[in-house]
């Protein structure tokens, strides 16, 4: 009975170490195949290009690690599409709830929450492109809300201020969550850029730009277009320029003329602004002048040609017509108005008679009665019958003449010959004297306003009137009579 006690012992210590030993075994065998691959380190430049071998009860699991950037997001398909930026490889990870996925900060995110141009690290299994893990990475970097960029879409480079980086056509620029041509962006846009050592691997332009175009503005063709208070550009022929999107104050300038308004440009539009209201409007004033030789002077500009109307700005202008021996004719033109036609037709200046001689004397020009020397008055050009008179003397006549030069004419007489004492004896003479006297007097008070009513001693007789006809006309404003 004890024999068979102790088999059944020994039977069963032998089954038991040999148990354990299959089991020992087993655990060394699964531990020299799997330390491998956990020991496994990529060299240094490869380590996101790495793949991890696992064996479990199917067979071996071949896994990648890639940095990369997102080019989509299908959240309902759950699929996200990957470009590895050091292989050019564009990889679609099946995502499903197993999937790790992390913000940068290691906060759990969900496939929604991703975004296109997003840069990233995972680890997924080659054959069925499902993930183990995608977190959005802290390798690379991030410079947000920038502008001032200039793209050199030939050598595929990106300059802001001194920093350059380059680029890949793989690289990744949208705007809004759409795909963007990256040579599209200018200086005015407003842009995210995320990348990795020296090459841009995300472009999203955050605010584009518009255009703002001139229209109507040939007047202001030289002056200034201002932006907001950064910009100011010539303004030319055709005057388009590129602008943030925003609302922009504008100012137009040229000379003392300004157009001043506000404007919203949105991404991609072209706001066009007519500055005809603030332009000068033209005016075509024609001018008849009915004198040559004149010189015609419009806001101190001289003009000499009236054969073609002048064309004008709409406004005030002064005009001044000077020629020689003419009134000068000035005048404020109003041009507001396609068409202004006006005549010019001046006045002569008046010419002065000047007689200083002999003092006294009543001075009568064609038998009217032009005043007592001295005298200055005005006169015309041509030939004069002058008869000087003064009681006590005897009158005399001088033809005389002015010349039709526009200058002032200066006669000067001589002396009246004072009458003598008559005879009273002969009674002949007498009568005859007295009739003589008689009609002087009456021819006297006829001419001369001055003339006394007390007596005949200053009238001289006709014939002493005629006794001048043979005098010569002078021809010289300077008429001296000696």
Same mark, same amino acid.
């Given at each position: 009975?004890?024999?068979?006690?102790?088999? +059944?012992?020994?039977?069963?210590?032998?089954?038991?170490?040999?148990?354990?030993?299959?089991?020992?075994?087993?655990?060394?065998?699964?531990?020299?195949?799997?330390?491998? !691959?956990?020991?496994?380190?990529?060299?240094?430049?490869? &380590?996101?290009?790495?793949?991890?071998?696992?064996? @479990? *009860?199917?067979?071996?699991?071949?896994?990648?690690?890639?940095?990369?950037?997102?080019?989509?997001?299908?959240?309902? =398909?759950?699929?996200?599409?990957?470009?590895?930026?050091?292989?050019?490889?564009?990889?679609?990870?099946?995502?499903?709830? !197993?999937?790790?996925?992390? *913000?940068?900060?290691?906060?759990?995110?969900?496939?929604?929450? /991703? =975004? +296109?141009?997003?840069?990233?690290?995972?680890?997924?299994?080659?054959?069925?492109?499902?993930?183990?893990?995608?977190?959005?990475?802290?390798?690379?970097?991030?410079?947000?809300?920038?502008?001032?960029?200039?793209?050199?879409?030939?050598?595929?480079? +990106?300059? #802001?201020?001194?920093?350059?980086?380059?680029?890949?056509?793989?690289?990744?620029?949208?705007?809004?969550?759409?795909?963007?041509?990256?040579?599209?962006?200018?200086?005015?846009?407003?842009?995210?850029?995320?990348?990795?050592?020296?090459?841009?691997?995300?472009? #999203?332009?955050?605010?584009?730009?518009?255009?703002?175009?001139?229209?109507?503005?040939?007047?202001?063709?030289?002056?200034?277009?201002?932006?907001? #208070?950064?910009?100011?550009?010539?303004? &030319?022929?055709?005057?388009?320029?590129?602008?943030?999107?925003?609302?922009?104050?504008?100012?137009?300038?040229?000379?003392?003329?300004?157009?001043?308004?506000?404007?919203?440009?949105?991404?991609?539009?072209?706001?066009? +602004?007519?500055?005809?209201?603030?332009?000068?409007?033209?005016?075509?004033?024609?001018? @008849?002048?009915?004198?040559?030789?004149?010189?015609?002077?419009?806001?101190?500009?001289?003009? @000499?040609?009236?054969?073609?109307?002048?064309?004008?700005?709409?406004?005030?202008?002064?005009?001044?017509?000077?020629?020689?021996?003419?009134?000068?004719?000035?005048?404020?033109?109003?041009?507001?108005?396609? /068409?202004?036609? /006006?005549?010019?037709?001046?006045?002569?200046?008046?010419?002065?008679?000047?007689?200083?001689?002999?003092?006294?004397?009543?001075?009568?020009?064609?038998?009217? /009665?032009?005043?007592?020397?001295?005298?200055?008055?005005?006169?015309?050009?041509? @030939?004069?019958?002058?008869?000087?008179?003064?009681d006590g003397y005897y009158s005399k006549m001088h033809p005389a003449r002015v010349e039709d030069d526009g200058k002032d004419a200066y006669w000067t007489?001589?002396?009246?010959?004072?009458?003598?004492? #008559?005879?009273?004896?002969?009674?002949?003479?007498? =009568?005859?004297?007295?009739n003589d006297d008689q009609d002087s007097s009456n021819d006297s008070q006829e001419h001369s306003p001055n003339h006394s009513d007390t007596g005949n001693?200053?009238?001289?007789?006709? *014939?002493?009137?005629?006794?001048?006809?043979?005098?010569?006309?002078?021809?010289?404003?300077?008429? =001296?009579? *000696?």
């Amino acid at each position: 009975m004890k024999k068979k006690k102790m088999d +059944i012992v020994t039977k069963m210590t032998i089954i038991g170490v040999g148990g354990l030993v299959c089991v020992t075994v087993i655990i060394l065998l699964m531990t020299f195949m799997n330390k491998p !691959a956990k020991n496994r380190r990529p060299v240094d430049g490869a &380590e996101h290009n790495a793949q991890d071998t696992q064996t @479990n *009860d199917n067979g071996d699991i071949q896994y990648a690690r890639a940095l990369a950037v997102i080019k989509n997001v299908d959240s309902s =398909n759950n699929m996200l599409t990957i470009l590895n930026i050091e292989t050019n490889d564009v990889v679609s990870l099946a995502i499903d709830s !197993a999937v790790d996925m992390k *913000d940068e900060y290691d906060s759990l995110l969900t496939l929604v929450q /991703f =975004n +296109i141009g997003d840069m990233v690290e995972t680890k997924y299994d080659t054959a069925s492109n499902r993930p183990e893990y995608v977190h959005i990475t802290a390798k690379t970097w991030e410079r947000k809300s920038i502008s001032g960029l200039h793209v050199d879409a030939e050598k595929h480079t +990106i300059t #802001i201020g001194n920093d350059q980086y380059g680029y890949a056509d793989e690289a990744v620029s949208v705007f809004n969550g759409d795909f963007m041509n990256i040579g599209d962006i200018k200086p005015e846009d407003k842009v995210t850029l995320r990348g990795y050592q020296d090459k841009v691997w995300t472009l #999203i332009m955050e605010s584009g730009h518009g255009f703002i175009t001139l229209k109507n503005h040939s007047y202001f063709v030289g002056g200034v277009l201002e932006i907001g #208070i950064s910009k100011m550009v010539d303004i &030319e022929d055709v005057t388009s320029v590129v602008v943030p999107v925003g609302v922009h104050n504008i100012v137009v300038t040229k000379d003392e003329l300004n157009y001043e308004t506000e404007v919203m440009v949105a991404n991609g539009q072209k706001v066009l +602004i007519d500055v005809s209201d603030a332009s000068p409007r033209m005016g075509i004033v024609e001018v @008849n002048v009915f004198q040559e030789g004149i010189e015609f002077t419009l806001n101190d500009k001289v003009y @000499n040609d009236f054969s073609e109307p002048i064309s004008l700005e709409y406004g005030t202008y002064n005009i001044k017509v000077v020629k020689d021996q003419y009134v000068d004719w000035e005048k404020e033109l109003v041009v507001n108005q396609p /068409f202004t036609k /006006f005549d010019i037709n001046l006045e002569k200046k008046p010419i002065f008679l000047h007689v200083d001689s002999p003092e006294g004397v009543d001075i009568y020009i064609n038998g009217n /009665f032009s005043g007592k020397i001295p005298i200055s008055i005005p006169i015309d050009p041509g @030939n004069y019958t002058v008869t000087l008179r003064k009681d006590g003397y005897y009158s005399k006549m001088h033809p005389a003449r002015v010349e039709d030069d526009g200058k002032d004419a200066y006669w000067t007489f001589e002396p009246l010959k004072k009458m003598e004492s #008559i005879d009273h004896t002969d009674p002949g003479n007498e =009568n005859n004297g007295g009739n003589d006297d008689q009609d002087s007097s009456n021819d006297s008070q006829e001419h001369s306003p001055n003339h006394s009513d007390t007596g005949n001693e200053g009238d001289v007789p006709r *014939d002493s009137l005629e006794d001048t006809s043979n005098s010569d006309t002078p021809s010289s404003d300077n008429y =001296n009579t *000696d």
